[in-house]
């Protein structure tokens, strides 16, 4: 394998220096060089296909990459306008709380009565620190923002392909620190990662789905895989047979095992599907990876697909994911709770435990036999202020959420087991599911919310009740919100046209947030229990009964 490997090497760089050079893939490009590397013509076009994924996904990372950062100078700019402003206050209101200070010392020095606005020393503390650390704020953040900027302007500029990694190119200026005895031990493993893979497409049109690579089944459940060799490799062979008029030389692998997805390769033998094969150098051996193309239509909308059983709603949060089963009337039956905690664990852990939940999730939906409904979400511009807007508590907390990584889990998932997925908007999943599910069949917010997204992708209406009671945790106190208007959509103001009901639950939504700040707290100031500023009272037990 690494006498193919290199040179399968050898014709990707030269491809590539044609590419640079502004070659496409016509003329002397496709029909005269592959013969200069003894390849064939269906070879060398697959090493072009092979090169120009890799090209399309290194300019994916790269447009990706600069509008992270575009996020980030963003952000960083708008707190450090936002540090401005707060030492601007914080400086006059200094100025104002001394100059009161002076007026009432005067006042009191000349026996006359001292103003009505007393010195706020508590205030003034905060001013105080605000004024003596903002500064060292600013400055450390503007040396970031310049240093953001940099890399922003660099990540514009074109960048080319590095065969082996730039990581381990540039570790060759730091040889020990990488665990390189010299740069001799450097340059080995260097040539072994420019030349450690090769790939080959699949194609329909040939037994095994494969023109140069041949699949059968053993009778103990292995597979036995037969890999053609190009010309120039076939001193390597182990056997040489002819076909179709072309003689063909071969290396043959018997009594493999595919650790995943053993039943889609036999499926894929049985229906003649195109199966491409990738093979990797792993330390001192290979790897032979199979790849099945399947199709697999996403019904995203409504008309796609009949609710007639009910659903499974999935509401992913950060520790959990809580699974909701809902029936044809929009009703919630069961709820389960499958942890997901990826904070403090490696990549490959990360990855372990979104794929066991997520194939948890498609057990519970096959069992059920119904279409699962999951969250759109995405978190790239929520990572990008994650520090400025939320602090580094929060930005830890998000940052290990691997919803991308569960959402690809789930839909993968759902495809190997022939299970529907949809995605709806999840606008207020969690505020509706809290007032309108939680506490009437005793769910946490997150299972609610499973079920209110389940009903949103069976379209189901979310309207608000008369009342809205609203607990404080720790507390005893209730504050009821109570607004007739709220039994379905109003028209705007001067307007005739009935606006959306998303726009009641968003008033709901800013009302519930100021009522549940600070939990061990007091309500907020000119608000309490039952208190007309937020809605009528609810009538008490005893006057409901009629009593005095």
């Not at 300019?59 to 540090?83: F, G, H, P, Y």
């Not at 060759?172 to 072994?192: F, M, V």
């Not at 995203?300 to 699974?323: I, L, T, W």
């Not at 907390?397 to 995605?423: P, T």
Request: aromatic residues 10%.
């Amino acid at each position: 394998m690494a006498e193919m490997g290199i040179l399968w090497a050898a014709a990707q760089h030269f491809l590539y220096s044609q590419f640079l050079s502004g070659c496409e893939w016509a003329g002397d490009i496709a029909i005269k060089h592959y013969a200069d590397y003894g390849l064939s013509a269906k070879q060398w076009e697959h090493c072009w296909r092979d090169l120009m994924g890799r090209v399309a996904s290194q300019r994916e990372c790269d447009k990706l990459n600069t509008e992270n950062l575009q996020k980030r100078v963003t952000s960083k700019r708008k707190a450090i306008l936002a540090s401005e402003k707060r030492l601007v206050k914080a400086d006059k209101f200094m100025l104002a709380q001394e100059e009161l200070q002076a007026k009432t010392d005067l006042a009191i020095a000349a026996g006359k009565k001292p103003p009505k606005k007393q010195f706020d020393s508590v205030m003034y503390e905060r001013s105080a620190r605000i004024f003596a650390n903002t500064p060292f704020y600013l400055h450390k953040h503007k040396r970031k923002l310049d240093a953001l900027v940099f890399v922003l302007e660099a990540s514009r500029l074109p960048r080319t392909l590095c065969f082996g990694g730039r990581k381990l190119l540039n570790e060759q200026h730091h040889l020990e620190e990488n665990g390189h005895k010299d740069h001799a031990e450097w340059k080995e493993k260097w040539i072994d990662a420019r030349n450690g893979q090769f790939f080959i497409e699949g194609d329909a049109a040939y037994a095994s789905g494969n023109q140069f690579v041949r699949l059968t089944q053993g009778e103990d459940g292995t597979f036995n895989v037969e890999i053609r060799l190009p010309e120039r490799l076939q001193h390597l062979a182990e056997t040489h047979g002819k076909s179709g008029g072309t003689i063909q030389h071969a290396i043959h692998f018997q009594g493999l095992k595919f650790e995943h997805g053993a039943d889609e390769i036999r499926r894929a033998l049985h229906w003649k599907l195109p199966i491409s094969w990738r093979l990797m150098r792993d330390g001192d051996s290979w790897r032979i990876f199979a790849m099945i193309t399947r199709e697999y239509a996403e019904q995203e909308k409504f008309g796609g697909y009949r609710y007639s059983s009910g659903a499974v709603g999935v509401d992913v949060n950060v520790g959990h994911v809580s699974v909701t089963h809902v029936d044809r009337h929009g009703n919630p039956v069961e709820t389960w709770n499958i942890p997901l905690n990826c904070y403090g664990k490696t990549q490959a852990q990360r990855e372990d435990a979104v794929r066991k939940a997520a194939f948890a999730v498609v057990m519970i939906a096959v069992r059920l036999d119904l279409p699962i409904v999951s969250e759109l979400l995405d978190f790239k511009d929520k990572k990008a202020q994650l520090r400025d807007s939320h602090g580094p508590r929060y930005a830890r907390v998000l940052s290990s959420f691997a919803y991308s990584a569960f959402d690809a889990a789930l839909s993968s998932a759902c495809v190997r087991h022939s299970i529907h997925l949809r995605r709806v908007n999840p606008a207020y999943t969690s505020v509706i599911g809290d007032i309108s599910y939680a506490r009437r069949y005793g769910y946490s917010v997150h299972a609610a919310a499973g079920c209110v997204i389940a009903r949103r992708a069976m379209r189901f209406s979310e309207r608000l009740p008369s009342q809205v009671r609203l607990y404080r945790p720790r507390h005893a106190d209730q504050v009821t919100l109570d607004h007739h208007e709220w039994n379905g959509p109003t028209p705007r103001k001067g307007s005739t046209q009935v606006g959306h009901v998303w726009s009641a639950w968003r008033i709901v939504a800013r009302k519930r947030r100021a009522v549940l700040a600070g939990p061990s707290g007091p309500l907020p100031k000119g608000v309490r229990p039952f208190d007309s500023t937020l809605g009528s009272p609810t009538p008490s037990a005893k006057a409901r009964r009629g009593g005095g």
